[in-house]
Nanobody, 123 residues
Framework: QVQLVESGGGLVQPGGSLRLSCAASGFTLDYYAIGWFRQAPGKEREGVSCIASSTGRTYYADSVKGRFTISRDNAKDTVYLQMNSLKPEDTAVYYC????????????????WGPGTQVTVSS
């Protein structure tokens, strides 16, 4: 019954933009931190960004800071990841996850995960 579903992935050229969405069902996102993670082929899952539930404070990996923006709309139980100036190295499956209120970049701290959405940056 608890479900997170990502959407908005696809193929985009370098320098382009995508907006990923993470929609929750079966629970409300109000009381959870949401993290965005990504996993490229042959690589470990890495944290990209997260947003705290109570304060709304945001965090970004150094590799995406200044290019990506995370936001949440609690009324819609949806979290977004706006990705600008995309690079080929951003290519990965992107996952959203719900977990502790304060958020983290540690996957083990998250309780619920979406199935992922593919982002491919290529010319």
């Amino acid at each position: 019954q608890v479900q997170l579903v990502e959407s908005g992935g696809g193929l985009v050229q370098p320098g382009g933009s995508l907006r990923l969405s993470c929609a929750a069902s079966g629970f409300t996102l109000d009381y959870y931190a949401i993290g965005w993670f990504r996993q490229a082929p042959g690589k470990e899952r890495e944290g990209v960004s997260c947003i705290a539930s109570s304060t709304g404070r945001t965090y970004y990996a150094d590799s995406v800071k200044g290019r990506f923006t995370i936001s949440r709309d609690n009324a819609k139980d949806t979290v977004y990841l706006q990705m600008n100036s995309l690079k080929p190295e951003d290519t990965a499956v992107y996952y959203c996850a719900a977990g502790p209120k304060f958020g983290s970049f540690y996957p083990d701290e998250y309780d619920y995960w979406g199935p992922g959405t593919q982002v491919t940056v290529s010319s």
